[in-house]
């Protein structure tokens, strides 16, 4: 079996709800019988197209919480467009291949697909894939999310820094007094205090008296 993994967002389906789960499949011959075993693995089929449909509106119209595509060997534009696909709508993307190729391996991780090599499939199997990568799917969010909050903390502390130097320079303070002074003002007009470390840098010092 052959694994590649990637990132995104996706909305989890609520407590006791089955996820909904979307197939992209070129194969009609095919598609049937994994709507079966996802069935029996105890999730929802959204919805069942080929890759020829408007995969961006198939989303936007049915939400899944994950998508499945079940192809021989997609072609380039396909995972190019399931990579769009997923910068636009976040979801897991699970894509299930008879090839081992490595090269389509390494392009669809690249694109942020997970991908297995499979011949055949059941649907304890289906289940465990498709669980490990909506699992793999929301870490890797959270992860960013916490790389997200850590830089915007990062940046709200260099603006704090930044006011209170200048009511350090502008008004005689000393660094503990422009803190304080912040503080108060942040409170009193029920601002966040990088914001009203902005406005201060943005129209000066006499707007905090």
Known sequence: ???ASGA???PSP??????????????????QPRAQALAAASFEVAGMVTEEEDLHE????????????DADSPSRDTLEGLAVLGR????PILMLAESTDTELVRDAARLGISTYAVDGISPILLRSLVEVTMA????QR???????????????????DRAKYRLVQEMGMSEE??????????????????????RLLEHGAEDSK
């Open 88 to 91: 636009r709508f976040p979801r």
């Open 177 to 198: 007094e422009a803190y304080h002074r912040l503080r108060r003002m942040a409170m009193e007009r029920g601002m966040k205090l990088a914001e009203l470390a902005r």
């Open 136 to 139: 793999h799917h929301q870490n």
């Open 1 to 3: 079996m052959a694994l």
């Open 58 to 69: 198939a989303v936007r119209r049915l939400k899944p919480d994950a998508i499945l595509i």
């Open 14 to 31: 609520l407590k006791g709800m089955s996820a909904r789960v979307l197939i992209i499949d070129a194969h009609s011959e095919r598609t």
């Open 8 to 10: 995104g967002f996706f």
């Open 142 to 160: 959270s992860l960013a999310t916490a790389l997200e909050d850590a830089q915007q903390a990062l940046q709200d502390r260099k603006l704090v």
